[in-house]
């Protein structure tokens, strides 16, 4: 009678089997590896995890702090409106909103309210029909005839009154129609102003203001890159 043992599946007799212990062993190594690699990609996939999320929260304090430094110095400008009267930097005072001081000029009077220098503004006013395709009092849309560019400002400062004038032949009171201001800011970007006055009301209607699209520099995509023609191709192969 043979005296024998069997453990996981290995027949062990009284001689000692050096396969089965070899093969037994490799099987556990193989369980251990197997083992302490999944908790490595574990710790790895949570070391992964853990980084995207730092990096989102940086992305977003990153965009955070930018639109800070925008809104910091960011300008608004918009018509004047309201009160008595407003007051240049010069001391002068000027009647609060529209107004034709002689006779064939019209001065609308703007401000910046917002933190930042307003700069390269550009005004333009069109008449604004009503439903019934006329204009207010004895002014009508001819007398502005059509969209009327106002002058041009380099840079109008934090908290900064100016006001744009237009020669209108014939005007004698300020008529209804819709003003549009467009600036820029200090970091580059484009800003847009909307408004209509309504003069039977004595104010600003449907204000509004928006970030203006950059235009596309037309210069820049005049400049294309040099490339040599096929024939120019060959005889520089042949010259060689």
Not at 63 to 83: D, F, K, N, Q
Not at 210 to 229: H, T
Request: charged letters at 20%.
């Amino acid at each position: 009678m043979i005296a024998g043992a069997s453990v996981i599946g290995l027949n062990f007799n009284d001689e000692l089997d050096l396969t089965a212990i070899g093969t037994l062993s490799l099987a556990l190594v193989a369980l251990l590896y197997v083992l302490f690699a999944r908790r490595s990609l574990q710790q790895t996939q949570a070391q992964i995890g853990l980084g995207q999320a730092q990096l989102a929260q940086t992305q977003e304090e990153i965009a955070l702090s930018r639109r800070e430094a925008e809104e910091a110095h960011r300008p608004v400008v918009i018509p004047v409106t309201g009160g008595q009267h407003i007051t240049l930097t010069t001391g002068r005072k000027l009647p609060a909103g529209p107004y034709v001081p002689e006779s064939g000029l019209l001065v609308v009077p703007i401000m910046n309210i917002g933190l930042g220098p307003a700069l390269y503004l550009e005004s333009t006013i069109e008449p604004l029909e009503h439903r019934n395709g006329t204009a207010n009092g004895s002014d009508s849309p001819a007398l502005l005839g059509g969209p009327q560019p106002l002058r041009v400002v380099t840079g109008v400062g934090a908290s900064g009154v100016i006001r744009m004038e237009v020669a209108i032949p014939g005007i004698e009171q300020a008529p209804d129609f819709k003003l549009t201001l467009t600036y820029g800011d200090v970091a580059g970007k484009k800003w847009r102003t909307f408004a209509r006055w309504i003069a039977e009301r004595g104010r600003y209607e449907a204000l509004a203001i928006g970030c203006r699209p950059p235009r596309k520099d037309p210069m820049v995509e005049a400049v294309q890159p040099f490339r040599p023609s096929a024939a120019r191709s060959v005889l520089t192969h042949h010259g060689r």
